[in-house]
């Protein structure tokens, strides 16, 4: 059943449209992820669901009820923005509680402990934001809007400012966090390897649309076009008649061709063990080899154009620059664009 509904939202700011006829359905306790690059929309949209942006067009509802033309204060969502937006002036206790005294809301006390208990700030209680590290600046503000105890929780890029280490480490206390309290999340980011950490649903956005939804795995396993394949995976992207020369075979249709760089294999030109019925085989040289952590990525020159093929770093054999070999391309991995 769906708890949130977004019904052809569309918004534009002068001559350009921002979101054009945008509709995505959400289950309760989900956690779906905007993805896109900057400009895309994603925090319009965002922003739209929070009733800090109005729409043209569309419809906008939470658990059956239709918010589109309701302030911020009554649809009963949270919002964490990237910068934190903190009281300076306020300790972490009072800032959590913030919001429930101007509700008026009795029991405070015992709700602000029970959610700094939660996101792992005990003992912060009277600090004030400036004693604070970014992590912990952020731990703040998500228990600033959790203790509203809303209805759908939304999170614009709130990760985005934080050293890769403590990005990491917050991305598993939210998901922690999100499926104890089962609070439809809805989470904006440009970065693809967090939307597949965190996400059960991404929404790939482009120009103001969403250009292709699923779970992290169709995301990345099936992209529908060029822009998801690039944008998403890292994918080698070929176009078709390249490829088809490349390979010496007619029997491929199609544009384009994307395949993934870690599937490729890589053989040393006069080896023997090539199996050409499940691969075709395209010659070339190691033109430049870098390690990003536990992966290498060769890049490997061809007579029509270059690939990328990743390896996970681990002692024994390395191609050296300048070798030339054979790339193995799976025929069952390959996607026709």
Known sequence: MSYVTIDQVTKGYENQVVLNDISIILKKGEFATLLGQSGCGKSTLL?????????DAGRILIDGKDITNLSPRQREVGMVFQSYALFPNMSVFDNIAYGLKMKK?????????????????????????????????????????????????LLDEPLSALDAKIRKSLQKELKRIQKELDIT?????????????????????????????GSPSEIYTSPVNTFVAKFIGNYNVCNMEVFRKLVRSTELKGNEIAIRPEVLQLVSVGEDSLD?????????????????????????????????VDYLHHRGKMFEQGARVHILVPKKECIIL
Do not use: C
């Open 276 to 308: 050409l019925q499940e691969n075709w085989d395209i010659k070339g040289f190691i033109k430049d080899v870098s390690m990003t952590g536990n992966v290498l990525r060769y890049e490997v020159e061809t007579e029509e154009s270059a690939f990328h």
């Open 105 to 153: 809301v009795k029991n405070v006390k015992s709700r602000v402990k029970e959610m700094i208990e939660m996101v792992d700030l005990i003992g912060k209680e009277e600090s004030y934001p400036h004693q604070l590290s970014g992590g912990q600046q952020q731990r703040v503000a998500l228990a600033r809007a959790l203790v509203m105890e809303p209805k759908v929780l």
């Open 185 to 213: 999340t809805i989470f904006v980011t440009h970065d693809q390897e967090e939307a597949m950490t965190l996400s059960d649903r991404i929404f790939v956005m482009n120009k103001g649309q969403v250009v292709q939804s």
């Open 47 to 55: 922003r739209s669901i929070a009733g800090l942006e109005g729409v």
